[in-house]
């Protein structure tokens, strides 16, 4: 396929050339690194999804710029060392406008030097703070970071009243990354962390953990920082050891399938989450309530599957690029990152983006809501 | 204090009990062709996966169980069928290399046609925890060690009473010499994959209501019943019993007493202490060349 497009794109350059302008069919190209398959792929996979359904979208609706969008894409596998050369390949061989992906911080980390080399925009679709801070050129981000996940859980507790907390990351990229951004702010909320303790990925019994930290004096809650199978197992044994502490966990849980996987165990846990998850639970006024909700609708007609927040994350970093094109009004690579460092009250899938020169995501803490699972469904908390 | 180090015993035993029932699977094949089958823990997914599926289907569960055990089970002949046995008189660690291919492509099947999220299974006794001197256990805990046992005891009567079991242990002491005594050794092969799928699957679908199920759940499960199936002695049923329990109660006790940072490594600082002074394992035969 990968061929195919090409010489398609080497016979329309040739047409081009012949006429000596460009036509108004040229496509707009849009590079993508995922990882779709791996053990990353439940989060490339949406993303895939999403990029691949709204490029046929805006298409129909006449394409940007009254020019079309053509989506080149790789799968990384989820290894980072992948999407290094699969970059490489969308800058130099497929001659992309604007690169969306990087689905791990580990991919986009090294993805990065290589945008800013080559001075191309690209939205990252991983987590991590280290990506845009310090803010890099040419490098931008749509999720929220885990160091805001774990404020936003820390504002939660404090306003509880719960300051003795014990934390349970996951051995992974995401859960260590969480851990140290975890501990990076728990002072600034006046929590103590007394406990630290971590499991891996596919660990299929976390009990003895947890009764380590039942027995921790005074501890007063539980965060966990994980993602997919790991915290539902946790949230399992915390209610087979009966422990009464308020459970919570991060947004990496924030999908139907944790309330699937944990069941009755799940009642009672908070956490932070994307508009989402709640899309139909948003009040009316809601700015966030019609973009979310149409893009739940749309994906679960066009895949018949559950829309994720991984894929809104795909969204998001769609809409800003061809928002920024929009506003640029061509695919001119410096008009279109200054018109995307210039995004201003963009409401997506994540949250309000109000980019800077400084602030390369623009969400603030009030983009994640606050969640807990109430008779096996969502609950917004205020 | 009690009830803690109960509690880390009965996390220890549960985990431990998965571990050797991912063991005798590794046994089986070894104890019929030499070959150390690196796709067992693909029979383990494909089990706990079919099930799932088969029950938010709408299957009953007792059913679904059956269905997955002979998906697993028919997994296992083809695998033997289609890349073993055309393989015919290889060296071993040929054969071994197909298994790790042969799971690759199970494994890759399973993520393009049985989807890349996680599933669950209902429990079979119910969810609430037994509590005993403080500690909790869970009743699908009890159906793991409980079917474990019954399973590696059904394996020495089947070894050790009938003439198919004593078929396989001649088949791998020696190929040419069962051969020439009539023994069909290209059955026997057959059997022992279809056997220890079926057993994997067994496995899978066991413990699939406490670990959940996906599709790339069968490299861990592979990795850890294969350290436990080396160290209690490849071969051996009861050494995989020892080496399983063994594996899960020192991770249990140090994640509980040390830190849970050096889980994983305990186990292998273990096997390599074992098979640095026991290189046959715990109970593994001593390999003798008769002249």
């Known amino acids: 396929m990968e061929k195919r497009t090409f010489i398609k794109f080497t016979l329309a350059a040739a047409a ?42 805006l298409n129909k609706s006449g394409g940007v710029l009254g020019r079309p969008l053509e989506l080149v894409h790789y799968d990384d596998g989820s290894e980072a060392g992948k999407a290094n050369g699969f970059a490489k390949r969308l800058i130099e061989n497929d001659k992309v406008d604007f690169i969306i992906g990087g689905t791990t911080s580990g991919a986009t980390m090294a993805i990065a030097p290589l945008v800013e080399r080559a001075q191309v925009p690209f939205i990252s679709l991983a987590g991590a703070v280290v990506i845009v801070e310090p803010a890099k050129k040419w490098v931008f981000k749509t999720p929220h970071t885990d160091r805001m996940a774990a404020e936003r859980v820390f504002d939660d507790m404090k306003k509880a009243g719960l300051t003795k907390v014990a934390l349970l990351s996951e051995n992974s990229g995401f859960g260590q990354s969480g851990r140290k951004e975890a501990q990076a702010v728990a002072a600034k909320y006046g929590i103590t962390l007394v406990a630290d303790e971590t499991y891996g990925p596919k660990d299929t019994d976390m009990t003895a953990q947890l009764t380590k930290i039942k027995g921790v004096p005074g501890v007063q809650a539980v965060f966990v920082f994980g993602l997919g199978q790991g915290p539902a197992v946790v949230t399992k044994n915390f209610a087979q050891l009966g422990i009464k502490l308020p459970l919570y966990q991060s947004h990496g849980v924030a999908s139907d399938e944790y309330i699937r996987l944990a069941g009755a165990a799940a009642e009672g846990v908070r956490l932070p989450s994307p508009a989402l998850p709640v899309a139909a639970k948003l009040p009316a006024t809601d700015p966030q309530k019609k973009v979310v909700s149409d893009y739940a609708k749309l994906f679960a007609e066009r895949w018949k599957a559950e829309p994720s927040t991984f894929g809104g994350y795909a969204y998001d970093g769609l809409m800003l690029a061809t928002d920024a094109m929009r506003r640029a009004g061509s695919t001119d690579k410096g008009k279109v990152r200054d018109a995307l460092e210039a995004t201003t009250n963009f409401v997506a899938t994540s949250g309000a983006f109000n980019m800077s020169a400084s602030d390369h995501m623009g969400l603030s803490l009030s983009a994640f809501r606050m969640l807990e699972i109430r008779n096996g469904d969502w609950t917004l908390l205020n | 204090m009690l009830s803690e180090l109960l509690q880390f015993l009965f996390s220890g035993l549960t985990v431990g009990a998965m571990y050797a029932l991912a063991a005798v699977g590794f046994s089986l094949i070894y104890s019929a062709s030499g070959v150390i089958n690196f796709a067992q823990g ?39 069928k289609l890349a073993i046995e055309p393989a015919g008189n290889s060296e071993v660690v040929t054969l071994v290399i197909i298994t790790i291919g042969a799971s690759l492509t199970l494994r890759g099947l399973a993520e393009v046609f049985l989807g890349k999220g996680n599933h669950a299974l209902p429990a079979f006794s119910g969810e609430d925890p037994l509590v005993i001197f403080g500690a909790t256990l869970m009743p699908q805990s009890l159906w793991v060690m409980g079917v474990t046992l019954v399973v590696v005891l059904a394996l020495g009567l089947f070894f050790g009473r009938t003439t198919l079991g004593k078929g396989v242990l001649a088949t791998s002491c020696n190929k040419l010499a069962a051969q020439l005594v009539g023994i069909n050794t290209r059955f026997i092969l057959l059997l022992a994959f279809g056997l220890s799928a079926a057993l994997g699957a067994v496995g899978g679908i066991l413990v ?24 209690g002695g490849l071969g051996s049923g009861f050494g995989a019993i020892v080496g399983g329990l063994l594996l899960g109660i020192v991770e249990a006790m140090t994640a509980g007493y040390i830190s849970s940072a050096y889980k994983d490594a305990m186990p292998f600082v273990l096997i390599l202490l074992i098979l640095f002074f026991l290189p046959q394992g715990l109970f593994g035969k001593k390999a003798t060349d008769r002249v």
């Open chain 1, 16 to 57: 081009c050339a012949a006429i000596g302008t460009a036509t108004a069919a040229d496509p707009i190209r849009i590079g993508a690194v995922l990882s779709v398959t791996g053990p990353a792929a439940y989060l490339g996979d949406p993303e895939l999804k999403t990029l691949q359904m709204y490029v046929e979208t």
């Open chain 2, 42 to 80: 693909e029979f383990i997914m494909l089990g706990g996966m079919s099930a799932a599926l088969l029950v938010q289907a709408g299957v009953p569960l007792p059913l679904a169980i059956a269905l997955a055990v002979l998906v697993a089970a028919a997994a296992g002949l083809i695998v033997e």
């Open chain 2, 208 to 231: 699939a209501p406490m670990t959940y199920t996906s599709y790339d759940v069968g490299i861990m499960m592979g990795l850890k019943g294969f350290v436990a199936a080396a160290l």
